[in-house]
C-alpha cells in the first residue's frame, strides 16, 4: 500500500523545476537530471505496481514504464527549442499528474457521500429549469447555454489562475477529475447487486437497481436483474469514465466541468417525456455529441481487455462491428455490443421504464447473462478505466513536445514554401 505522504513527496519532486532551470540556463543539464531522475523512477514504480497488483500490468510493465520515464526526462533535459520551455513541461506535467491522482482518488474513495458538487449543480439548474422552462427548442437552447456556460466559464478562471503554478494546477486538476468521475460508485452499486442476487436476495438487488439506471425493477427475475446491471455497467463505463477522462484530457479543467454539466443535462431533461421533448432536445444532443468519439473508444479498449475476463478480442470485435449500430442509442450500443462480445453473453431485449415498454434488439449472440457476468462486467470496466487514465495523463503530460513538432513541422512546411517562391520568409 502506498502511504499518501509518499505520494506528496513524490507529486513535489517530479513537479518542481528549480533544479532543472539553473542547469538549463548554463547548458548543462546532466547534473540536474541524474538528480530528477530517481522521482521519476519511484513514479513509474508506483504506477506499475498499482496496476499489476490490480491484475492489470506485469513486471515486464514495470520495467517498460520506468524506461519510458526516464527516456521522457532526458528529452525534457534537451532543451527548449525541441520540447518546449521549463513553464511548458511543468504545467504539463501538473495536468498529467493532477489527472491521474484524481483517478486515484475516485478509486480509493468513491464518490462523495454528502455535499457532492454535482449533485449541488443538479439542484441550481433544476432551479433554473423550473424558472427557464418553455415547451420549445430555443427555451431548451437558452437553458444548455446557461447551465453548461457558467461552470465552464469558472473553470476557465481557474485554469488561467493557475497556469503558472503548477502544484496549484495539479491539485484543481485532482479535485476536479475525482468529481466528475464515477467509475468505482458504478462497480460498487453493481456489485451490491451481484452479490445479493448470488445470495438468493432478489428484492435487495431490486432495490440497488435503480441506483444504475431508471429501468422498473419490480418485474425482473435473476437473468434480467443481471442485464440490466451488465449493460448499465457497459454504458456507463463510457459516461462516468471514459468521456470525462477525454474531455479532461483535450480541453483540461473546462473539458472536464463542461463535459460533466452536458451529461448532468442529459440525465435531467435529455428523455423523451411529454414534457422534455422539445426543450430537453438540445441537451441530448449534446450529450450524443460529447460521447460519439469517446463511446467507440471504450468500445475499443473493451475489445483490447476481453482477455482479462476470459474473453476473446476477435468475439468482441466481430459482434462490436456487427451489433454495435442496432442499439437506438448512437453510443450506448458501442460500449454493449463490444461487452457482450467481450462476455460472451447476449444482451438487449424487452425493458420497462415507468410503465412505457421498450423492445431493444439482440446485441451478441452468447447465453443468457448471469450474476457472474456482473462482477467480470465490473473487472472489465476498470481495465478499460485504467487504459483510459494511462492515455489521457500521457496526453496532457507530452503536451510540450507535441506542440514542438508541430512548430518544427510548420516551419519546415513554410521553408519549402518560400524556397519554392523564391524569396525569404
Known sequence: MVRSDEIVRLAVALLDGRALAPARRRGASAPALDAWLPAVRRGAELLAGAAARSGLGSRVSAGLARTLAERSARLLAAGPRTTGDLAAWQLAAANGAGLVLGAGLDLVVGDPRRLHPVAGFGSLVQRWERHSYQPSRAAGLRFAAVSIGVPVAAALGVAAAT?????????????????????????????????????????????????LCGRDPSTLDTAGLSRATVESVAENTSDAVVAPLCWGALAGLPGLVGYRAINTLDAM???????????????????????????????????????????????????????????????????EAAAAGALGVRLGG???????????????????????????????????????????AGHLATAPARRALLRRAGLRVVDRIAARRGRSW
Do not use: K, M
Not at 183 to 193: F, N
Open 163 to 211: 497556469r503558472r503554478r503548477p502544484l496549484a494546477r495539479a491539485a484543481a486538476v485532482a479535485g476536479t477529475t475525482w468529481l466528475v468521475l464515477g467509475g468505482t460508485s458504478l462497480r460498487r452499486e453493481a456489485t451490491g447487486v451481484a452479490a445479493a442476487l448470488t445470495a438468493g436476495d432478489l428484492a435487495g438487488a431490486r432495490s440497488r437497481l435503480p441506483g
Open 269 to 335: 431533461v435529455g428523455h423523451r417525456s411529454p414534457r422534455y421533448r422539445r426543450f430537453g432536445a438540445v441537451a441530448a444532443r449534446l450529450d450524443d455529441l460529447a460521447n460519439l468519439a469517446p463511446a467507440r473508444l471504450t468500445a475499443a479498449l473493451t475489445v483490447a481487455a476481453a482477455p482479462l475476463v476470459g474473453g476473446s478480442r476477435r468475439a468482441a470485435l466481430r459482434t462490436w462491428l456487427r451489433d454495435g449500430l442496432r442499439h437506438p442509442s448512437p453510443n450506448a450500443g458501442q460500449c
Open 350 to 392: 424487452r425493458n420497462v421504464y415507468a410503465g412505457r415498454v421498450d423492445e431493444r434488439p439482440q446485441l451478441g449472440d452468447g447465453r443468457r447473462v448471469e450474476p457472474v457476468d456482473i462482477v467480470r462486467a465490473a473487472r472489465l470496466s476498470a481495465a478499460v478505466g485504467a487504459a483510459t487514465v494511462a492515455l489521457t
